[in-house]
């Protein structure tokens, strides 16, 4: 014989909610939470129900209580969207739950959540296991350094190309961002690259890997993205450029521009003419190999020599001479050059293709 149906007690719990007493309106608010999770079925209008009475009975809570209750239904993905709307906008112990985890928030409920509250909740939704392009770019905005990072190191939050150029532009500048940048899977080939001259060692390395497995396709496209953008201003030249340019071109001429020659030029103090050299040597631009220079980049000069295919030795003679005033320069030039033997020609080249885009930027 088949069994009665037992009746809703929703009616009943909602008229009690009426009830003017702060114990029994949690005692009541517990209780509909367990008559939530316990019900098998719900009609659309008991959802409705649930959501407006368990909104309200929330409200006159302490925050302490709204945060069991934002933990209980963050989960849920039928909780009712009145319920996980409002605590989504309580404060950032009671929102952070639901803004981390909750399916029923819609895009509109996030953008809601990310452009009026704070660094809390704009972390907690940086978190989530997708983030929109819409949201994505509300939190570049808005966010700190340490909102950008927890977005940066989340795979499932995508970033148009605007914010992620935004993005770079500000983790160039925070060596706190370096990782997260570098490491995030999603970010656009050439703005990788314009993290190489500011990460620290281990990450140049990681970039080169990726520049050695990227398809020829992505590449060219990437290179194509990276000369839309790059317009910048690097400095104005030095006040012997003129001269030291007209000498190196004489030389050229003469079949006597040689990389033995570039080292004669750093040994005798001709910086200028070995910075032209060596731009024309590897098809860059002057600022570029000034910037390799000045700060002693020897990781990123050995990717210009073995671009140039080099001998070991000669690029280990470039490393000495800039290091001159090191104490320890042979050890530390020895370390570039084993560095030297493992880096590939095919990575240089990869790399310097994106150096180069300086250098038509620069042309145009």
């Given at each position: 014989?088949?069994?009665?149906?037992?009746?809703s007690?929703?009616?009943?719990?909602?008229?009690?909610a009426?009830?003017?007493?702060?114990?029994?309106r949690?005692?009541?608010?517990r209780?509909?939470?367990?008559?939530f999770?316990?019900?098998s079925?719900?009609?659309?209008?008991?959802d409705?129900h649930?959501?407006?009475v368990?909104?309200?009975l929330?409200?006159?809570m302490e925050s302490v209580?709204?945060?069991?209750?934002s933990?209980?239904?963050?989960?849920?993905?039928?909780a009712p969207?009145?319920l996980?709307?409002?605590?989504a906008?309580d404060e950032?112990?009671?929102?952070?739950?639901?803004?981390?985890t909750?399916p029923?928030?819609?895009d509109?409920?996030l953008?809601?959540?990310?452009?009026?509250h704070?660094q809390?909740?704009?972390?907690?939704?940086?978190?989530?296991t997708?983030?929109?392009?819409?949201?994505?770019?509300?939190?570049v905005?808005?966010g700190?350094?340490?909102?950008l990072?927890?977005?940066?190191?989340?795979?499932?939050?995508?970033?148009?190309?605007k914010?992620?150029?935004?993005?770079v532009?500000?983790?160039?500048?925070?060596?706190a961002?370096?990782?997260a940048?570098?490491?995030?899977?999603?970010?656009?080939?050439?703005?990788?690259?314009?993290?190489?001259?500011?990460?620290?060692?281990?990450?140049?390395?990681?970039?080169l890997?990726?520049?050695?497995?990227?398809?020829?396709a992505?590449?060219?496209?990437a290179?194509?993205?990276?000369r839309?953008?790059i317009?910048?201003d690097d400095?104005a030249?030095?006040?012997?450029?003129?001269?030291?340019?007209?000498?190196?071109e004489?030389?050229?001429a003469?079949?006597q521009?040689?990389?033995q020659?570039?080292?004669r030029?750093l040994r005798s103090?001709g910086?200028?003419?070995?910075?032209i050299a060596l731009?024309?040597?590897a098809d860059?631009?002057?600022?570029?190999?000034?910037?390799i220079?000045?700060?002693?980049?020897l990781?990123?000069?050995?990717?210009?020599?073995?671009?140039a295919?080099?001998?070991r030795?000669?690029?280990l003679?470039?490393?000495?001479?800039?290091?001159n005033d090191?104490?320890?320069?042979m050890?530390?030039?020895?370390?570039?050059?084993?560095?030297?033997?493992?880096?590939?020609?095919?990575?240089?080249?990869?790399?310097?293709?994106?150096?180069?885009?300086r250098?038509?930027?620069?042309?145009?």
């Amino acid at each position: 014989m088949k069994q009665a149906a037992t009746p809703s007690r929703l009616p009943d719990l909602i008229a009690l909610a009426e009830e003017g007493s702060s114990e029994k309106r949690r005692t009541l608010l517990r209780e509909l939470t367990e008559h939530f999770f316990g019900s098998s079925a719900r009609t659309a209008a008991e959802d409705i129900h649930y959501g407006a009475v368990l909104a309200s009975l929330a409200a006159d809570m302490e925050s302490v209580v709204r945060a069991e209750l934002s933990a209980r239904f963050a989960g849920a993905p039928d909780a009712p969207h009145a319920l996980i709307r409002k605590l989504a906008n309580d404060e950032a112990a009671v929102a952070g739950a639901v803004l981390a985890t909750s399916p029923v928030l819609t895009d509109e409920d996030l953008l809601g959540v990310v452009r009026k509250h704070g660094q809390d909740h704009l972390r907690a939704v940086s978190a989530r296991t997708t983030v929109s392009e819409a949201v994505s770019e509300v939190i570049v905005e808005r966010g700190d350094d340490e909102t950008l990072g927890t977005l940066l190191r989340n795979d499932g939050a995508r970033l148009s190309r605007k914010s992620s150029e935004a993005a770079v532009q500000r983790a160039r500048l925070n060596p706190a961002l370096h990782e997260a940048t570098v490491s995030r899977n999603t970010l656009p080939p050439d703005l990788l690259n314009e993290m190489y001259f500011v990460v620290e060692a281990r990450l140049r390395t990681r970039i080169l890997e990726q520049n050695a497995r990227m398809d020829p396709a992505l590449l060219e496209s990437a290179l194509a993205a990276g000369r839309a953008r790059i317009a910048t201003d690097d400095g104005a030249l030095p006040a012997d450029y003129a001269k030291c340019l007209a000498y190196v071109e004489e030389l050229k001429a003469a079949g006597q521009l040689t990389p033995q020659m570039l080292a004669r030029f750093l040994r005798s103090g001709g910086t200028t003419s070995f910075l032209i050299a060596l731009a024309q040597l590897a098809d860059i631009d002057f600022h570029t190999a000034r910037q390799i220079v000045e700060r002693r980049e020897l990781d990123a000069l050995a990717v210009v020599c073995k671009s140039a295919d080099l001998d070991r030795a000669l690029f280990l003679t470039y490393a000495v001479v800039l290091l001159n005033d090191d104490g320890e320069a042979m050890a530390k030039a020895h370390s570039y050059a084993r560095m030297y033997a493992e880096l590939t020609r095919d990575a240089a080249l990869r790399t310097l293709r994106f150096w180069r885009i300086r250098r038509g930027a620069a042309a145009a």
